[in-house]
């Protein structure tokens, strides 16, 4: 089969032949249709996230059809449309047998701990960790296993915090944040939705998604944001950037017993102390999704609901995809194609 393998950091990915993988008893081989190119790579790329061992596949936003199925396995079978779960954990610990593998310590995440699916073929040691996709294109699924779950998990526990018509804000309406609009829309009780972006094309493109305002970071958007809610501010910041600035936006924007849910790894801090939040605010974060989530998601994506704004491009395009990606050149979601 053909795969994109990473060799080190600087260095292009190689288009190789490579064998088939073979499925593992209880496992099964996906052919992928689709393979998602997330910002996260981009740190494995730039030589942030070390890896155990190279070379190696990269891809862990995968879907595709099944291609064959180890001994013992029923639950599905050549031919099924599937997604890939991708927070594979060891399966036996507390956080694993309460469905939080994304939790889990010995996380074997496809494209860090084994090879993902920037490749024709995939192999999943654990047929569990496929959703039934039904109806739905395997292309425009795969970047739901990540940034579609990832602030689907963060608005849920968001979600509490926010009453009846109140505010919540997503800040950065990149390739998590133009899903984080829809999927707001599509789970909570109503909320006023507020899009914080340096960039006007993605605020009016928030505003297309189901954003009721649009707010531009940097200067006096907290102000701004404070003004939109008759001064009470936001109940629930979900923070997809994660810098000093976008952080300093959150805290100053809360409303009373608000909540900032950090998703985004730029690196920023916020001090904490006790004027430094409105009071009986909470400051967490959140780390990608469990199965449950997932295959809710996709449930909303089956009924309409929330849909990715997807660009597909062959396997071969993998080193120009990422190369646009870290210059900020994409719109919304590039999905690899090994098998079109």
Not at 6 to 23: H, N, Q, S, T
Request: with cysteine; net charge negative.
């Amino acid at each position: 089969m053909r795969a994109a393998r990473f060799y080190g950091p600087g260095e292009a990915l190689r288009i190789e032949e490579v064998d088939d993988p073979e499925p593992s008893a209880g496992g099964a081989v996906v052919r992928v249709r689709g393979a998602g190119v997330c910002h996260s790579d981009l740190h494995i790329t730039q030589g942030e996230v070390p890896l155990p061992r190279i070379p190696r596949v990269l891809g862990h936003e995968n879907a595709g059809i099944v291609e064959s199925v180890g001994s013992g396995v029923s639950d599905v079978a050549p031919g099924d449309a599937v997604a890939v779960f991708g927070a594979w954990g060891c399966g036996s610990c507390a956080l694993c047998r309460a469905g939080d593998e994304n939790l889990c310590n010995m996380l074997g995440w496809p494209g860090i701990g084994v090879d993902g699916g920037w490749a024709e073929l995939i192999s999943v040691p654990d047929v569990r960790h496929l959703i039934p996709l039904g109806d739905l294109d395997p292309v425009e699924a795969a970047p739901l296993t990540d940034a579609g779950l990832t602030p689907y998990r963060a608005i849920r526990r968001a979600l509490p915090y926010v009453p009846p018509g109140g505010a919540i804000s997503v800040v950065g309406v990149g390739g998590l944040g133009h899903l984080a609009i829809q999927i707001a829309r599509a789970i909570g009780s109503a909320p006023r939705v507020i899009a914080v972006d340096v960039a006007k094309d993605k605020l009016e493109a928030a505003l297309a998604l189901g954003a009721d305002e649009a707010v531009e970071a940097g200067g006096d958007a907290a102000d701004r944001i404070r003004d939109l809610t008759g001064g009470e501010g936001v109940h629930a910041v979900i923070d997809l950037v994660g810098s000093d600035a976008s952080l300093a936006t959150a805290a100053a924007s809360l409303a009373q017993r608000g909540i900032v849910v950090l998703v985004g790894i730029a690196g920023g801090s916020l001090p904490f102390k006790f004027a430094g939040l409105p009071p009986e605010c909470l400051l967490t974060t959140s780390a990608w999704g469990t199965r449950s989530e997932l295959e809710a998601l996709l449930g909303l994506a089956a009924r309409g609901l929330v849909r990715a704004r997807v660009e597909r491009q062959p396997l071969e395009a993998v080193n120009d995809v990422l190369a646009r990606l870290l210059g900020g050149g994409v719109d919304g979601r590039v999905v690899l194609t090994p098998n079109a």
